[in-house]
């Protein structure tokens, strides 16, 4: 029987795994073949002065990330030694290891470089409600040093009717919405860009493009060439294996009317299994851990079986068992 944590019990079991120091960035060496998880969990001790925001910049972690992760913490003011679950070790998403992948469900872009047994991934911000940002299949087509943006008609009207009217070309610079760096998507109306605010990345702040820290942008600009292919998806639920044991990370479902019910949850699960047939067709599998995972959806990789080649096929668990 594997262990049952407790969400907040199980967050800070994990991030004792890792005492954090400062990173430049999430450079990650990919794992062997049939391996999916990268990085650690970490946990600091907040100063007085810490925000989340500002964490977040130092660690390269969004907003909704590291409030998942830290249920109960005040994420404008921690306090001083409070400890702070640094969400630093993730599930690779599912479908091939290249090009960029922009997972919605996790505000996170990974980049696979062609040729490199690594892989970068970093916080983005994304869509908001009316706005949201598409799933497809593109690559990049063009990149732009100091962009200026031409707003669209339909931003236009909206900030006009907010009393904040744009002009019809904002020049680069400090002020300008798109930040230091724009990378072009095949998929009409999209880029990946920085942003003229320190906050926002993490969060659904943006009218459909993706918005990164600056200084990710920049780096970003110096890996990826024109015609890397972008694959969106939007997966809250995803299955890795690591060290023989099949594993569980669960996020908050996206949804512009609201969060799914249980039922909906139930078939996103069993759908995620699906994509995941290789590691999930026979699997010995504690449906209570599977439960407190997707109850908690806090970003964090937890231990919730391990294939035996003599247990049942996933189809025949319960018909509902998240309730």
Known sequence: ??????????????????????????????????????????????????????????????????????????????????????????????????????????????????????????????????????????????????????????????????????????PAGPDNPLGPFKFTLGTPGYLIHGSNKKFGIGMRTSHGCFRMFNNNVLEMAGMVPVGTSVRIINDSYKFGVSGGKVYLEAHTPLDDKGNPSVV?????VINAMLKREDITNNLRMNWDVVRDVVAAEDGLPVEIGVPNTTAPMVTSAPIDPLQ
Not at 21 to 46: C, F, S
Not at 264 to 268: E, P
Request: aromatic fraction near 8%.
């Open 1 to 170: 029987m594997l262990p049952r944590f407790p969400a907040v019990t199980r967050c800070l079991t994990l991030a004792a795994l890792c005492v954090a120091g400062p990173v430049a960035a999430l450079e990650l060496p990919l794992p062997p073949p049939g391996e999916d998880i990268v990085g650690q969990v970490q946990v600091i001790k907040a100063k007085y002065e810490d925000t989340f925001a500002d964490l977040g910049t130092t660690y390269d972690l969004g907003y909704s990330e590291m409030v998942a992760a830290n249920p109960g913490v005040d994420p404008w003011l921690p306090g001083a030694g409070t400890e702070i679950v640094l969400p630093t070790r993730f599930i690779l998403p599912p479908g091939p290891r290249e090009g960029i992948v922009i997972n919605l469900a996790e505000y996170r872009l990974y980049y696979f470089p062609k040729g490199r047994n690594v892989v970068y991934t970093f916080p983005l911000g994304i869509g908001r409600e009316g706005w949201g940002s598409p799933i497809a299949h593109t690559s990049i087509v063009a990149k732009t040093p100091n962009p200026t943006w031409t707003p669209p008609a339909s931003i236009k009207a909206e900030h006009a009717a907010d009393g904040d009217p744009l002009p019809n070309v904002v």
């Open 264 to 268: 909906d949850k139930h078939t996103a």
